[in-house]
């Protein structure tokens, strides 16, 4: 009984799910973020001001909460989504909002002289944002969105919940059925220990790729 | 008619009034250095005649067409008009070379071959060649304000507006970007100047403008306000920095 690892393949399912999840939801994340970034930038009042509430209220508010209430709130208001659904509104919706304040951070950090320098030489607003300024800030933002995603992975884990079999939500079944508690979330716990690591190095990859001299060095440390 | 004309440009920040009422005129390939204490409103010229800060009053023309106007096309007029900065201000994510490309690749929809052969012939210009592939950060500040001038260059601007080149880099590289300055003076480029540096104004200045407390004081050749000045606040100001700076020529 105690060595009966006769469960570990249906975590394979859960991997993927979770893998999925985290993959749909930072993908929902990054375009709401720049958006959202862009917005509380460049939009007058009008388009910044609702921006920034939207930020707030879901930075201000707990990942559960958002989820429950969209799985379980929402049906009252006639809009029924499925698990999965639900589970990748709320972590996108989330990460978006602290994506779009990396990314707000990070374009402020890039120096006013560069868009001076583009304006002067005769590009628009949007040309030098697109050309000049973002090149910049999403250079800038990698280490901050990299922390976002290793959350997000993690996080993730909230949609057993709502009835999904994630990693965790597998995990749950088995370990409740069994009464391997401790194996099984051991296990588990090492499952998200390697993707977090694959991820990480991922990343790192990345960053090394576009890294360019003198710039968001001063973020590195 | 002159290719640059400025009439009567006023420009507050706050309450405190920068410029008071600014006019001159430049003729097509002549330099132009105005000088004067700081503070008094030098940079915001600059930045009135591109309409990177739009004037309060006042009217600016380029080659015969209102900058000023209400129904400008402000991003082609700025196109033919290069700016080169205190902070030389080059895009920190790119090469020396596509610095210098970018411009007339965005802009003016130049073909990216071209625009390399283009990029390259002014960074040899600049002498520069050989740097075209490292970035801003790889650069001394000399080097970059060179890269900076060729990326003006690029754009082949009716004149080159200069705002206190030399005013962020160390001594030893003043030099260099000032012989860049005057070979292109001397090239026949149309050139607003500010700067602290007399030798370059005496030198290379067709005339010179001295500006204080928003209003120009005195604008003559370089001989009429090294060796007589009419006003004594010009005359105050040329030993004081003389002073400073040890000799001006």
Known sequence: MIFEWSWLPQLAHGLILTIEITVTCIAIGVVLGILLALGRVYGGKWISIPCSIYIQIFRGTPLLVQLLMIYYGLPSWGIMLSAFTSGVLALGLNTAAYQAEYLRGAIQAVKTGQLFAARSMGMSMVQAARYVVLPQAFRIVIPSWSNELILMLKYSSIVFSVTLLDLMGVAKRIASHNFLYFEVYIVVALFYLALVFMVTQLLRMLEKKVHIPGLGEHLEG | ?249
């Open chain 2, 1 to 249: 008619m002159s290719l640059l004309i400025v009439e009567n440009i006023h420009k507050k920040y706050g309450t405190e009034e920068v410029l008071k009422g600014v006019s001159f005129s430049l003729e097509r390939g002549d330099t132009k250095v105005v000088i004067g204490p700081s503070g008094t409103g030098k940079s915001t010229l600059l930045r009135c005649i591109n309409h990177l800060s739009s004037p309060d009053a006042g009217r600016v023309w380029l080659d015969e067409v209102e900058v000023t106007a209400a129904k400008a096309k402000i991003n082609e007029l700025r196109a033919q008009m290069g700016f080169v900065f205190q902070s030389f201000n080059l895009f920190s994510h790119l090469t020396a070379l596509s610095n210098v490309r970018i411009g007339p690749v965005k802009v003016k929809r130049m073909k990216k071959e071209a625009a390399t052969k283009l990029a390259m012939e002014e960074l040899d210009r600049v002498g520069l060649a050989e740097k075209a592939d490292c970035y801003p950060a790889q650069l001394s500040g000399g080097q970059q304000q060179r890269v900076s001038i060729a990326r003006a260059l690029a754009m082949s601007p009716k004149l080159i507006l200069f705002d206190e080149p030399t005013s962020a880099l160390d001594p030893e590289l003043i030099g260099e970007v000032l012989t860049v300055m005057i070979d292109l003076a001397k090239s026949g480029m149309t050139m607003l100047v500010v700067t602290h540096e007399m030798g370059f104004a005496r030198s290379v200045a067709d005339e010179i403008i001295f500006m204080e407390h928003g209003v120009i004081v005195e604008q003559g050749t370089p001989e009429q306000l090294f060796s007589s000045p009419k006003s004594p606040r010009t005359g105050e100001f040329l030993h004081k920095i003389n002073e400073l700076y040890g000799e001006t020529g």
